[in-house]
Protein backbone atom coordinates (compact mmCIF):
# COMPACT_ATOMS: atom_id res chain seq x y z
CA UNK A 1 0.00 0.00 0.00
CA UNK A 2 1.26 3.29 -0.77
CA UNK A 3 2.20 5.65 1.94
CA UNK A 4 3.78 8.95 2.54
CA UNK A 5 7.31 9.26 3.59
CA UNK A 6 9.41 11.94 5.50
CA UNK A 7 12.95 12.50 6.16
CA UNK A 8 14.88 12.59 8.45
CA UNK A 9 13.08 10.73 11.45
CA UNK A 10 14.53 13.23 14.05
CA UNK A 11 16.55 16.59 12.94
CA UNK A 12 18.42 18.65 16.04
CA UNK A 13 19.46 22.08 14.75
CA UNK A 14 20.39 25.13 16.86
CA UNK A 15 18.64 28.24 16.87
CA UNK A 16 18.86 30.62 14.04
CA UNK A 17 19.76 27.69 11.82
CA UNK A 18 18.08 26.82 8.24
CA UNK A 19 16.26 23.23 8.22
CA UNK A 20 14.53 21.49 5.33
CA UNK A 21 12.10 18.53 6.11
CA UNK A 22 11.85 16.68 3.50
CA UNK A 23 8.35 14.81 2.14
CA UNK A 24 7.60 12.36 -0.63
CA UNK A 25 3.93 12.04 -1.19
CA UNK A 26 1.45 9.58 -2.30
CA UNK A 27 2.37 9.55 -6.21
CA UNK A 28 -1.10 10.37 -7.52
CA UNK A 29 -2.30 12.87 -4.71
CA UNK A 30 -2.45 16.31 -6.10
CA UNK A 31 -2.86 17.97 -2.58
CA UNK A 32 0.00 18.61 -0.10
CA UNK A 33 -0.36 19.76 3.51
CA UNK A 34 2.16 20.11 6.63
CA UNK A 35 0.99 20.35 9.95
CA UNK A 36 2.79 20.31 13.29
CA UNK A 37 2.37 19.15 16.63
CA UNK A 38 3.84 20.70 19.72
CA UNK A 39 5.12 17.95 22.43
CA UNK A 40 1.85 17.31 24.09
CA UNK A 41 -0.28 19.44 22.47
CA UNK A 42 -3.21 18.91 19.13
CA UNK A 43 -2.07 18.72 15.72
CA UNK A 44 -1.91 21.70 13.76
CA UNK A 45 -2.56 23.09 10.85
CA UNK A 46 0.46 24.97 8.90
CA UNK A 47 -0.29 24.92 5.22
CA UNK A 48 -1.19 23.81 2.15
CA UNK A 49 -0.20 23.30 -1.40
CA UNK A 50 -1.82 22.45 -4.68
CA UNK A 51 -0.69 23.54 -8.09
CA UNK A 52 2.76 24.53 -7.45
CA UNK A 53 1.35 27.09 -5.05
CA UNK A 54 0.61 27.39 -1.41
CA UNK A 55 -3.75 27.54 -0.88
CA UNK A 56 -3.70 28.12 2.35
CA UNK A 57 -1.49 28.96 5.16
CA UNK A 58 -2.19 29.53 9.21
CA UNK A 59 -0.92 32.14 11.33
CA UNK A 60 1.81 30.26 12.50
CA UNK A 61 3.61 30.05 8.54
CA UNK A 62 4.93 33.29 8.83
CA UNK A 63 7.96 34.59 6.81
CA UNK A 64 9.98 32.11 8.45
CA UNK A 65 8.32 29.04 6.67
CA UNK A 66 8.13 28.07 2.73
CA UNK A 67 6.93 24.88 1.10
CA UNK A 68 8.11 23.71 -2.41
CA UNK A 69 8.01 21.36 -4.94
CA UNK A 70 11.17 20.95 -6.45
CA UNK A 71 10.55 17.96 -8.33
CA UNK A 72 7.67 15.55 -9.67
CA UNK A 73 7.95 13.49 -6.27
CA UNK A 74 9.39 15.71 -3.13
CA UNK A 75 7.80 18.19 -1.22
CA UNK A 76 9.63 20.19 1.51
CA UNK A 77 9.13 22.47 4.69
CA UNK A 78 11.83 24.84 5.16
CA UNK A 79 12.28 26.80 7.82
CA UNK A 80 14.44 29.84 7.59
CA UNK A 81 16.02 30.76 10.93
CA UNK A 82 14.96 27.98 13.54
CA UNK A 83 13.45 29.02 17.02
CA UNK A 84 13.16 27.08 20.12
CA UNK A 85 9.05 27.17 20.21
CA UNK A 86 9.60 25.59 16.12
CA UNK A 87 10.54 22.47 18.32
CA UNK A 88 7.85 20.31 17.29
CA UNK A 89 6.90 16.70 15.11
CA UNK A 90 6.00 18.11 11.72
CA UNK A 91 3.56 15.77 9.15
CA UNK A 92 3.40 15.61 5.98
CA UNK A 93 -0.11 14.51 4.12
CA UNK A 94 -1.41 14.50 0.80
CA UNK A 95 -4.72 13.48 -0.68
CA UNK A 96 -6.38 12.84 -3.85
CA UNK A 97 -8.68 15.42 -4.01
CA UNK A 98 -10.81 17.45 -1.31
CA UNK A 99 -12.97 16.40 0.91
CA UNK A 100 -11.21 13.33 0.92
CA UNK A 101 -9.33 11.61 4.07
CA UNK A 102 -5.48 12.39 3.81
CA UNK A 103 -2.60 10.51 4.58
CA UNK A 104 -0.09 11.38 7.07
CA UNK A 105 3.74 10.19 7.40
CA UNK A 106 5.53 9.51 10.09
CA UNK A 107 6.49 12.38 11.19
CA UNK A 108 10.23 14.54 11.93
CA UNK A 109 10.78 15.25 15.21
CA UNK A 110 12.46 19.06 15.09
CA UNK A 111 14.42 19.59 18.33
CA UNK A 112 15.98 23.24 17.85
CA UNK A 113 18.35 23.55 21.02
CA UNK B 1 -15.18 29.57 15.17
CA UNK B 2 -14.92 25.92 13.66
CA UNK B 3 -13.89 23.32 16.13
CA UNK B 4 -13.50 20.19 17.56
CA UNK B 5 -13.29 19.02 21.26
CA UNK B 6 -12.78 15.97 22.51
CA UNK B 7 -13.57 16.53 26.03
CA UNK B 8 -12.07 13.19 27.23
CA UNK B 9 -8.10 13.34 28.21
CA UNK B 10 -8.23 9.55 28.33
CA UNK B 11 -10.35 6.92 28.19
CA UNK B 12 -9.79 3.39 30.12
CA UNK B 13 -11.84 0.62 29.40
CA UNK B 14 -10.95 -3.48 30.03
CA UNK B 15 -10.13 -5.65 27.24
CA UNK B 16 -13.09 -7.24 25.73
CA UNK B 17 -15.47 -4.82 26.85
CA UNK B 18 -17.14 -1.78 24.56
CA UNK B 19 -15.41 1.30 24.03
CA UNK B 20 -16.44 4.48 22.93
CA UNK B 21 -14.11 7.93 22.43
CA UNK B 22 -16.13 11.27 21.88
CA UNK B 23 -16.16 13.73 19.96
CA UNK B 24 -18.24 17.09 19.13
CA UNK B 25 -17.73 19.58 16.76
CA UNK B 26 -18.99 23.22 15.39
CA UNK B 27 -18.72 24.18 11.80
CA UNK B 28 -20.80 25.97 9.33
CA UNK B 29 -22.18 23.78 6.42
CA UNK B 30 -22.19 20.58 6.39
CA UNK B 31 -19.37 18.52 8.69
CA UNK B 32 -16.63 16.09 6.74
CA UNK B 33 -15.57 14.13 10.13
CA UNK B 34 -12.90 12.16 10.51
CA UNK B 35 -11.22 9.93 12.98
CA UNK B 36 -7.52 9.13 13.16
CA UNK B 37 -5.11 6.82 15.62
CA UNK B 38 -1.68 7.58 16.67
CA UNK B 39 0.55 5.05 18.02
CA UNK B 40 3.90 6.04 20.04
CA UNK B 41 6.49 7.18 17.65
CA UNK B 42 4.04 6.78 14.61
CA UNK B 43 2.44 9.07 12.46
CA UNK B 44 -1.41 9.62 12.33
CA UNK B 45 -2.98 6.56 10.54
CA UNK B 46 -6.56 7.09 9.21
CA UNK B 47 -9.62 5.14 10.58
CA UNK B 48 -12.84 6.05 9.26
CA UNK B 49 -14.55 9.53 8.02
CA UNK B 50 -18.29 10.51 7.57
CA UNK B 51 -18.91 12.37 4.45
CA UNK B 52 -22.54 11.87 3.69
CA UNK B 53 -24.78 8.84 3.79
CA UNK B 54 -25.19 6.17 6.64
CA UNK B 55 -24.95 7.93 9.82
CA UNK B 56 -22.97 4.77 11.32
CA UNK B 57 -19.87 4.73 9.95
CA UNK B 58 -17.25 1.14 9.80
CA UNK B 59 -13.59 1.64 9.99
CA UNK B 60 -10.45 0.00 9.80
CA UNK B 61 -9.74 -2.47 13.09
CA UNK B 62 -13.36 -3.13 13.57
CA UNK B 63 -13.81 1.01 14.69
CA UNK B 64 -16.78 2.57 13.95
CA UNK B 65 -18.56 5.91 14.47
CA UNK B 66 -21.85 7.82 14.93
CA UNK B 67 -22.49 10.70 13.11
CA UNK B 68 -25.35 12.49 14.89
CA UNK B 69 -26.20 15.91 14.02
CA UNK B 70 -28.54 17.23 16.12
CA UNK B 71 -26.03 16.52 19.27
CA UNK B 72 -23.44 17.75 16.57
CA UNK B 73 -21.46 14.60 17.70
CA UNK B 74 -19.23 12.50 16.16
CA UNK B 75 -18.62 9.73 18.80
CA UNK B 76 -15.70 6.40 18.06
CA UNK B 77 -17.27 3.00 19.02
CA UNK B 78 -16.03 -0.45 18.93
CA UNK B 79 -17.45 -3.64 20.69
CA UNK B 80 -14.63 -5.29 21.76
CA UNK B 81 -11.43 -3.52 22.85
CA UNK B 82 -8.23 -5.05 22.52
CA UNK B 83 -4.99 -4.33 24.36
CA UNK B 84 -3.45 -3.18 21.44
CA UNK B 85 -6.42 -0.54 20.74
CA UNK B 86 -4.15 1.71 23.24
CA UNK B 87 -3.00 4.96 21.51
CA UNK B 88 -3.80 8.41 20.99
CA UNK B 89 -6.95 8.71 18.67
CA UNK B 90 -7.53 12.23 16.94
CA UNK B 91 -10.98 13.22 16.01
CA UNK B 92 -10.44 16.25 12.82
CA UNK B 93 -13.37 18.18 10.48
CA UNK B 94 -12.29 19.38 7.09
CA UNK B 95 -12.53 23.24 7.07
CA UNK B 96 -13.57 24.34 3.53
CA UNK B 97 -11.64 27.12 2.64
CA UNK B 98 -11.15 28.71 -0.87
CA UNK B 99 -11.69 25.57 -2.56
CA UNK B 100 -9.47 23.86 -0.51
CA UNK B 101 -9.68 22.26 2.61
CA UNK B 102 -7.72 21.68 5.96
CA UNK B 103 -8.60 19.68 8.71
CA UNK B 104 -8.53 20.98 12.44
CA UNK B 105 -8.13 18.53 14.98
CA UNK B 106 -9.47 18.13 18.21
CA UNK B 107 -7.14 17.59 21.50
CA UNK B 108 -6.69 14.29 21.45
CA UNK B 109 -7.68 11.33 24.14
CA UNK B 110 -5.56 8.70 25.18
CA UNK B 111 -7.36 5.39 24.77
CA UNK B 112 -5.59 2.58 27.57
CA UNK B 113 -6.90 -1.01 27.22
CA UNK B 114 -5.98 -3.38 30.09
CA UNK B 115 -6.10 -6.88 30.51
Known amino acids: EPEVTQTPSHQVTQMGQEVILRCVPISNHLYFYWYRQILGQKVEFLVSFYNNEISEKSEIFDDQFSVERPDGSNFTLKIRSTKLEDSAMYFC???????????FGPGTRLTVT | AQSVAQPEDQVNVAEGNPLTVKCTYSVSGNPYLFWYVQYPNRGLQFLLKYITGDNLVKGSYGFEAEFNKSQTSFHLKKPSALVSDSALYFC?????????????FGAGTRLAVHP
Open chain 2, 92 to 104: AVRILSGGYNKLI
Open chain 1, 93 to 103: ASNREPPYEQY
